[in-house]
């Protein structure tokens, strides 16, 4: 990848777009951006095109951001790190789903059917052909993509990939069918042997449980018994409890209804001694001639009432 980049641009220009591209952190924004026109103004075109542009090739921008994760210190560390807590997941007991034997269909080796069935409903047959061609041409108009000998490279590693494939790939196939049929085949046989002895158990146990079953019914009757015992018992108790309890409420009852009556008694006896004390023989004469007075008034009254 370097070599490459010294073939496009020299390398004091190359040094220079490093070093302005990241300023120090104490010399501010401004200062940054007269750095990257310096720089822009220093560089070529080629070197200015592979840099400075987030279009670039990612193979061309990989010494750039090590380089930076180098110079930034804690910076590069804390990225790093973040990098490994997103990438630690928790595990999860759910049942893994089996895998498939087979692949899904494929175009051209590796292109997914998916792809065309969805792209057919909009573009047609030839949409994704068009998609890739287009897609292809744009890249290297736009010079996303420049050729150089890594293209020539890899399409000649391609070449030999898809020739080995094509010559050597159904008997690399049918070798690893016929391991894998083996291995099916012994684990399939361990399988019946452990499923056999299981059943044979199984039927062993089942008969040992038909012999079993009139002592089960015996402790179920004696279990029965054990369970109304304790349950006449239980009664016995809760009912002498209840007597118990009822004695001694109604002894509160009655005791209460002693003190209230005792305490009546004693107020009216109180009270009417305090009454009696209270009154002197002329407020006597005063009270028995005012009722007399009363008397005369009320017969006089009713008196009157009669004759009318």
Not at 81 to 87: E, F, G, I, K, Y
Not at 212 to 220: C, N
Not at 276 to 282: L, Y
């Given at each position: 990848m370097i070599a490459s980049l010294h073939d496009f641009c020299p390398?004091?220009?190359?040094?220079?777009?490093?070093?302005?591209?990241r300023p120090e952190g104490m010399r501010g924004e401004r200062r940054g951006r007269e750095g990257h026109r310096e720089a822009e103004t220093r560089v070529p075109r080629c070197c200015r095109n592979l840099v400075l542009h987030p279009s670039d090739m990612l193979s061309r921008l990989v010494f750039v951001s090590a380089s930076a994760l180098k110079s930034s210190g804690p910076i590069g560390a804390g990225v790093v790190?973040?990098?490994?807590?997103?990438?630690t997941s928790s595990q999860s007991l759910a049942p893994v789903p089996p895998l498939p034997e087979k692949g899904g269909k494929v175009r051209h080796g590796f292109i997914p059917e998916e792809l065309f069935q969805l792209l057919y409903p909009k573009t047609?047959?030839?949409?994704?052909?068009?998609?890739?061609?287009?897609?292809?041409?744009?890249?290297?108009?736009?010079?996303?993509?420049?050729?150089?000998?890594?293209?020539?490279?890899?399409?000649?590693?391609?070449?030999?990939i898809i020739y080995g494939v094509k010559k050597f790939g159904p008997s690399v196939a049918a070798f690893a069918d016929k391991l894998n049929e083996e291995k099916v085949a012994k684990a399939q046989e361990v399988k019946d042997v452990a499923m056999s002895s299981l059943a044979q158990a199984i039927e062993d146990e089942k008969k040992e449980q038909w012999r079993?079953?009139?002592?089960?019914?015996?402790?179920?009757a004696k279990r029965n018994n054990v369970a109304m015992l304790l349950e006449t018992n239980y009664r016995e108790r809760v009912h002498m409890v209840t007597n118990e309890v009822k004695r001694r409420l109604d002894y509160q009852i009655a005791l209460q209804d002693l003190n209230r009556r005792l305490e009546q008694e004693h107020m009216i006896n109180w009270v009417e001694k305090s009454v009696?004390?209270?009154?002197?023989?002329?407020q006597e004469k005063e009270s028995i001639a005012k009722c007399i007075t009363d008397l005369k008034v009320l017969a006089k009254a009713t008196q009157a009432k009669a004759t009318a």
């Open positions: 390398a004091s220009s190359l040094l220079s777009v490093l070093t302005t591209m790190h973040a990098s490994r807590c997103l990438h047609g047959v030839t949409g994704p052909y068009m998609l890739g061609a287009g897609l292809l041409l744009y890249m290297l108009s736009k010079e996303i993509y420049v050729i150089n000998h890594e293209t020539f490279a890899a399409a000649s590693i391609g070449a030999v079993v079953e009139g002592r089960a019914m015996l402790f179920d009696i004390s209270s009154i002197t023989p002329q």
